[in-house]
């Protein structure tokens, strides 16, 4: 069961196809941007193709610039048991989000890209106070079609940059740095609705 029906933490994943750059970036990025807003909140990353790679040296270098040490990451490929406890599987193109719901069924209400759910949050309007996440989560996939998994879009895909310029790589974590901001203003910022005195949240 997803952790966020509150049952503990939620749990955000973040997945791309080598898990050395632009899901790395996007988790550590978020992580940041959970931290700085106070909430304890998973956020982790994985890919589809590879197992125990570092960061290209551009992905460290740009990372740094954000304050983030990648020096030590090391790719992981997603699993199924992750697919199924995560409260949100985040691709970082549509063909992340293909493999999460092929591997894992009943993830598809639970699966976007970053783009995507960004967009489908904005239209959904931010989480309410006292809205459990995979509340928020239906209403963004409210309207929803697997038909849309289907090819690539730039509407709903993050460039990846790998063998690209240092410009490419700092050009893509600024997107990824830019999406997950508002992401996170939605479901736990400043953007929802705030709580009555002393009632708690579910996150």
Known sequence: MAAGAGYGPAVVLMLCTGNVCRSPIAAALLSRRLAVL???VTVRSAGTAQQGCPPPP???S???GYGIDLASHRSRVVT???LADADLVLGMAREHVRHAVVTAPDAWPRAFTLREL???GEQAGPRLASEPLLSWVARAHDGRQRAHLLGDSPDDDVADPMGGSPQAYAATAAVLDMLV???ADMCWGPSSVAPRAGAPRDR
């Open 62 to 64: 740009v990372m740094a």
């Open 38 to 40: 106070g909430e304890a």
């Open 58 to 60: 551009e992905v460290v």
């Open 118 to 120: 960004v967009r489908q």
């Open 80 to 82: 199924l048991s992750e």
């Open 181 to 183: 901001s508002r992401l």
